[in-house]
T-cell receptor, first 110, second 115 residues
C-alpha cells in the first residue's frame, strides 16, 4: 500500500504567522496535488506539481515538489483567518488514482 | 460554467438497503472518479471511468459498483448497505485522458448515513 504521511495533523496559529505543512512518502508520484477542503464541501484544487524540484507560488502559498518526487511541502506566509480549512496532499499513482494524505486541519485565529 | 454536480446531497438509508448516487461532471470532462471520505480512513479511491470504461478500481468489496454513460454522467451503487458505509462520497472530474494528472474538480459530495 502506498502511503502519504502528512504533518502536522492539526495546526492552530495566530493571524500573521507563517506555517509549513509536509507530505512524505517512500513512493514516487507522477504528480502531486494540494487541495483545500471546507466543512460539507468537496476538496478544491490549489496546485499540481509534476516535475521534481518544482516550486510554485500562489499569492501567499508556496508549494514545493521534492527532487525525487516523493515528498512535497506547502508554506503559507502571513496566514489569514480565510486560510482556515483542511489541507490535503494527494499523489498520483499508477492506474489513474490519487492517494491522499490524512490532511492537516489549519485554524488561523484573528 | 457549472461545476461537478452530485445528487442527492444527503441520504439516510437502513442497513441492507441499496443506494444509487449520481454525478454530472463538468461539460466536456470525460474522466470521472469516485472517492469515499471517512474520519478514520480519509479519502479512499473507489473507481475511475473514462469514456464509459472503468479503467481502475480501488480495494472495496463487490457491493460497490459504478458506471458511466455516454454523456459522461456517472452513477455509483452500493448494495446491502452496512453501517460502515456511512461516509461522504465524492465525485471528481477531469478533461484529461490522464485522469488526475493535472488535478481534479470535485463535487460537493453526497453524505450517506446508514442506520
Amino acid at each position: 500500500t502506498q502511503l502519504l504521511e502528512q504533518s502536522p495533523q492539526f495546526l492552530s496559529i495566530q493571524e500573521g504567522e507563517n506555517l509549513t505543512v509536509y507530505c512524505n512518502s517512500s513512493s514516487v508520484f507522477s504528480s502531486l496535488q494540494w487541495y483545500r477542503q471546507e466543512p460539507g464541501e468537496g476538496p478544491v484544487l490549489l496546485v499540481t506539481v509534476v516535475t521534481g524540484g518544482e516550486v510554485k507560488k500562489l499569492k501567499r502559498l508556496t508549494f514545493q515538489f521534492g527532487d525525487a518526487r516523493k515528498d512535497s511541502s506547502l508554506h503559507i506566509t502571513a496566514a489569514q483567518p480565510g486560510d482556515t480549512g483542511l489541507y490535503l496532499c494527494a499523489g498520483e499513482t499508477s492506474g489513474s488514482r490519487l492517494t491522499f494524505g490524512e490532511g492537516t486541519q489549519l485554524t488561523v485565529n484573528p | 460554467k457549472a461545476g461537478v454536480t452530485q445528487t442527492p446531497r444527503y441520504l439516510i438509508k437502513t442497513r441492507g438497503q441499496q443506494v444509487t448516487l449520481s454525478c454530472s461532471p463538468i461539460s466536456g470532462h470525460r474522466s470521472v472518479s469516485w472517492y469515499q471520505q471517512t474520519p478514520g480512513q480519509g479519502l479512499q479511491f473507489l473507481f475511475e471511468y473514462f469514456s464509459e470504461t472503468q479503467r481502475n478500481k480501488g480495494n472495496f468489496p463487490g457491493r460497490f459498483s459504478g458506471r458511466q454513460f455516454s454523456n459522461s454522467r456517472s452513477e455509483m451503487n452500493v448494495s446491502t448497505l452496512e453501517l460502515g458505509d456511512s461516509a461522504l462520497y465524492l465525485c471528481a472530474s477531469s478533461p484529461h485522458n490522464q485522469g488526475p494528472h493535472y488535478g481534479y474538480t470535485f463535487g460537493s459530495g453526497t453524505r450517506l448515513t446508514v442506520v
